[in-house]
């Protein structure tokens, strides 16, 4: 049986056994297949690969490997400069547009807390997640590495971190997103862009004793509710001041 030699570089390591990081892994090839098919049979997600290396020259994801290879395989920031070669997956929208399977509500929340493009339906099934990041252009965010695994997913993160606030800081960090937070421009709720309001307008959709309390209101256009800036308000600003000044 034909073998190949692949090695993974960087971040990729997390999704290998702990004895395979950084090490050549030499592995059986039954058949032909492409580069996508082998990297995937390892447990790497395509969407996490930008740079795949085969014998030495850069290639696609379509390149056939047919056996004898050796194949280097490198996330999108790593030591390794992609200057003139050929990128085999997608550079990552600058954007800070995402899509959240239903296990990241509270990471959902403190994206759009921070003023992020955040799709998320708790009860979303995996393919309507695909279908929302390649209709979008969005990035996926989860933890489920089948879901990054579907061709139409282009941009995807598997999370690392297990507490939101842990995975808020990676994801900024990752997306590099500080420099482009716009907290509480959002609707936390529906991801609706907020509009200021008025007291007047505030009136009929808050208690009398917040109105008393506060002047300043922002109200969503798509599911009309009304935010201001109370105790819960206090609470994400500091998680989300934090975390923009670790990142």
Avoid at 30 to 51: A, Q, T, W
Avoid at 88 to 112: C, E, K, Q, T, W
Wanted: glycine content about 8%; overall charge positive; charged content about 30%.
């Amino acid at each position: 049986m034909a073998s190949v030699v692949v090695r993974f570089y960087g971040e990729l390591g997390d999704f290998l056994d702990v004895r395979l990081r950084g090490a050549a892994i030499e592995c059986g090839l039954p058949s032909k297949r492409s580069v996508k098919d082998l990297i995937e049979s390892l447990g790497v997600p395509h969407c996490e690969v930008f740079v795949v290396l085969v014998d030495g020259e850069s290639a696609t994801f379509d390149r056939v490997i047919e056996g004898g290879e050796r194949i280097a395989v490198y996330p999108e920031f790593s030591e390794l400069d992609a200057t003139g070669l050929v990128v085999a997956g997608a550079p990552s929208p600058s954007d800070g547009r995402f899509v959240l399977d239903g296990h990241l509500g509270r990471l959902a929340a403190y994206l759009r807390a921070a003023g992020f493009d955040v799709a998320y339906d708790r009860d979303a099934a995996d393919d309507s997640i695909a279908r929302v990041a390649a209709d979008e252009d969005r990035v996926v965010l989860t933890r489920d590495v089948g879901l990054l695994k579907r061709s139409i997913v282009r941009h995807g993160r598997f999370v690392r971190a297990t507490a939101p606030r842990g995975q808020l800081v990676e994801i900024v960090r990752r997306f590099r997103l500080a420099g482009r937070a716009a907290p509480f421009t959002r609707c936390l709720r529906c991801n609706t862009p907020l509009v200021p309001a008025t007291k007047d307008e505030a009136r009929d959709a808050v208690p009398p004793r917040i109105v008393e309390r506060f002047d300043e209101f922002a109200r969503c256009p798509t599911c009309r509710r009304t935010f201001w800036r109370g105790t819960h308000h206090a609470r994400i600003a500091e998680v989300v001041k934090a975390v923009l000044g670790r990142a």
